[in-house]
């Protein structure tokens, strides 16, 4: 025969010191002593059980409670038509379980799915006033949303008017910013303009009144003109290109001369000096057959030695001496270059062999 179970033995403690010989008993016996003498007694007694060995709290079992969510099971509705069946951890609120409107406005006993549906349509369902876009806060079931807003026109027209004042003024801020940012506009095409001119490898220049600059040359009054600097490319060699219409030295009044001049520039400490990259001068032929096309190139190839250093070295004043084609193109053949008083010269400047900084 098997030992019974250990359990905690209680003590049977009186609250009143007054009655003699009352103990704390160990056994149950004792127990039965003790309170056969306090049912006899005259006194009331206050009694309390104390435990000597309290038993030990429950610990949840992590393990049992996965297996109990894995258990199979129906759904609570199973009888009302829903035949959902899976694991107790998969299970959800039924939508045939019948339910009352959580707005409380007197429907009841729907399904989840009839309330879905009831919803947006219940007259307790809180709605916002139409005019909460412009500040008012005022929230409610649609029969009082109703009423609000035929008791408060005056405030919903301060509230527009406000709104209002507030888009006139939001309108006349972004109506700035267009203005700004067209300025900012133009001014960037004006410098990326200038930069393509300026940091191309090529540059193509437009002469206009070409007629009146001719007899100005002719005449003496201005031999020569001159480009808008360019360089040869970003960070390269300035340079700039110079026309005698009516041609230079020997050859005036026969050919049209073109030179070029190494100006001084702000990146000529890191270049490679003397100048040597090859360069084309084309006069743009303005036949709009592009097919029949026939441009005027020449091409210079400096080359560096004593005799060309004031050409070709790094420039100490504003610009070096200029080199270049004196018979660029007879008088008589320049004539079929102008079109609308119109010439363009392009200058092409060969950077393949320019080594990088």
């Not at 306090?38 to 059980?49: G, L, N």
């Not at 009888?79 to 609120?93: A, F, P, R, V």
């Not at 390269?236 to 026309?243: A, D, E, F, I, T």
């Not at 032929?285 to 250093?309: G, L």
Request: hydrophobic share 35%; aromatic share 8%.
């Amino acid at each position: 025969m098997l030992p019974p179970p250990k359990t905690a033995s209680p003590a049977l403690v009186s609250t009143e010191t007054s009655t003699p010989g009352l103990v704390p008993p160990k056994t149950a016996s004792s127990v039965r002593s003790v309170l056969s003498r306090i049912a006899f007694s005259p006194t009331p007694q206050q009694i309390e059980i104390v435990f000597d060995n309290p038993l030990p709290k429950p610990v949840k079992d992590s393990q049992l409670q996965k297996r109990i969510q894995q258990l199979p099971v129906k759904c609570s509705f199973f009888d009302n038509g829903c035949t959902w069946t899976g694991i107790l951890k998969q299970l959800q609120i039924c939508p045939l379980a019948l339910i009352d409107c959580p707005n409380k406005c007197g429907v009841c006993e729907m399904t989840r799915e009839q309330i879905a549906k009831h919803l947006p349509d219940c007259p307790k369902a809180g709605s916002s006033c139409p005019f909460s876009e412009f500040g008012c806060q005022y929230r409610g079931g649609r029969e009082m949303l109703q009423q609000h807003i035929q008791e408060e026109p005056i405030r919903h027209l301060t509230l527009l008017c406000d709104g209002v004042l507030d888009l006139k003024m939001l309108l006349a801020n972004m109506e700035l910013s267009m203005e700004t940012m067209g300025t900012n506009l133009e001014t960037l095409q004006k410098k990326c303009a200038t930069l393509e001119k300026l940091y191309g490898s090529q540059m193509i220049w437009r002469i206009d009144n070409v007629k009146q600059k001719q007899n100005e040359a002719r005449s003496g009054t201005r031999s020569i003109i001159f480009s808008p600097p360019f360089a040869s490319a970003r960070h390269g060699y300035k340079m700039v290109l110079s026309v005698s219409l009516y041609g230079d030295g020997q050859v005036r009044g026969e050919y049209m001369s073109a030179f070029i001049s190494i100006m001084r520039g702000e990146f000529d400490a890191l270049l490679e000096w003397p100048f040597t990259n090859q360069i084309k001068i084309t006069l743009l032929d303005q036949n709009e057959d592009i097919s029949s096309r026939n441009n005027i190139e020449y091409v210079i190839k400096p080359t560096p030695i004593a005799a060309h250093k004031s050409f070709l070295d790094r420039p100490i004043s504003e610009r070096n001496a200029s080199f270049g084609a004196v018979r660029f193109c007879e008088l008589d053949i320049v004539e079929k270059y102008i079109r609308d008083d119109v010439m363009f010269i392009k200058v092409d400047v060969d950077n393949s062999k320019t080594r990088p900084f």
